[in-house]
């Protein structure tokens, strides 16, 4: 597991950041009601059809697992509470050549992902890449995430899945501000760390590396989403056009953030934690709902240090087109802030 003990190692020249507190943006409950009971419907359709014709014999795996999942957990009205209690430790045996088809036929299927918040940090432009490390030292992680049209409950090829996440001490690259380490570092907005963009394949999957999220105040541990569709890819690996249809978060296990939290570089964040379950993004995501935003995963090795394998399935709306607010857009010459 090369990938795993490689980046343990660049630890030179390490400063500790100064996360500081996000103020959340405003978070519309109307039509989180709306989309939510649109959703659900949808979901409802959504079994209809696979049970009907399937999209093929992986689906049918992967609906055997839904059907296990919900017997287990309790059917469909899931919340909050039994959403963050539930553990997405896989037992599956898995490395980065896992193929998709292994990796989705044994899980269960979150069909439904609620809209979440973009969040003040979205920078526009990013490149199209599937190691979006940087150098940064943390956890390594392999991100792969599923799409599905919940209209019509097959995957969607070519959406940009457009990532991003704090590093271990709970800054983000591309962007300046006080709420955002240090404020006064204009550095910053050229950084790319943790941020990329990837296109999904035939079976709706995108997949890529990155490093395991620290926290910083106010917020549980989590990775960002914007899903493109209809977007092209430049010559210069970013992309133009195209609408968003999904805006969400994703989350990972309590325990399991626990133990990543307990290592270097991770331990040196002085910031105090926020757990899922006290999480606004979380109970935003789960409340009233049967959506289960977290990410299933299994070690790569013998320890969390070795590195993870993380998955999701999201159902999103393909015809649905979402305003993303910004803060930096990444140019050729480098990252330019909103405001200020
Ligand atoms: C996180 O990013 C900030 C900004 O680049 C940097 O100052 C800090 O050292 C990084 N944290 C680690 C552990 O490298
Ligand atoms: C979830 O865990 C919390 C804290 O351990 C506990 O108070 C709560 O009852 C649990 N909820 C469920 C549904 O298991
Ligand atoms: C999907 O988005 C379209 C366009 O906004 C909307 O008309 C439709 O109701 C949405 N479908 C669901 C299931 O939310
Ligand atoms: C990529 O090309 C577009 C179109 O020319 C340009 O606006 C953008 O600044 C470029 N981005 C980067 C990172 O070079």
């Excluded at 105040?217 to 989590?222: A, S």
């Excluded at 070795?306 to 607010?325: E, K, P």
């Amino acid at each position: 597991m090369q990938f795993g003990k490689l980046a343990l190692l660049a630890m030179a020249g390490l400063a500790i950041g100064h996360p500081g507190v996000h103020e959340p943006t405003s978070y519309n409950a109307v039509s989180k009601k709306t989309f939510l009971h649109n959703a659900r419907r949808s979901l409802d359709q959504c079994a209809d059809h696979l049970e009907r014709r399937g999209f093929n014999a992986r689906a049918k795996a992967r609906r055997a697992a839904t059907v296990a999942k919900y017997q287990k957990r309790g059917i469909l009205t899931r919340d909050t509470d039994k959403v963050v209690n539930t553990s997405h430790h896989s037992s599956l045996d898995v490395s980065p050549s896992t193929s998709a088809s292994e990796l989705f036929s044994k899980n269960p299927v979150c069909i439904l992902a609620p809209e979440g918040e973009v969040g003040p940090f979205w920078v526009k432009g990013e490149l199209v890449r599937s190691d979006v490390r940087d150098g940064e030292d943390g956890i390594p992680i392999i991100l792969d995430g599923q799409f599905i049209d919940i209209n019509t409950c097959e995957p969607i090829q070519d959406l940009y899945w457009d990532v991003w996440n704090c590093n271990t001490t709970g800054v983000y690259s591309g962007v300046q501000s006080s709420e955002n380490g240090n404020g006064n570092d204009a550095t910053n907005l050229d950084k790319t760390f943790l941020r990329g963009i990837q296109k999904t394949d035939a079976d709706g999957v995108a997949q890529f590396k990155t490093i395991f999220p620290g926290h910083y105040g106010g917020r549980t541990t989590h990775v960002h989403v914007i899903a493109h569709i209809g977007a092209e890819e430049q010559s210069n690996k970013t992309i133009s056009g195209g609408h968003v249809a999904h805006i969400g978060q994703l989350f990972f296990d309590q325990d399991l953030i626990t133990q990543v939290e307990k290592t270097y570089p991770y331990n040196t964040n002085t910031v105090s934690i926020t757990e899922n379950a006290d999480d606004h993004v979380v109970v935003a995501e789960t409340e009233d709902s049967n959506s289960d935003p977290f990410f299933e995963y299994a070690l790569l090795g013998e320890t969390v240090e070795d590195g993870l394998f993380a998955w999701i399935t999201m159902g999103v709306n393909g015809s649905a087109s979402y305003d993303a607010s910004r803060a930096a857009t990444l140019t050729s010459s480098g990252g330019v802030s909103e405001s200020d």
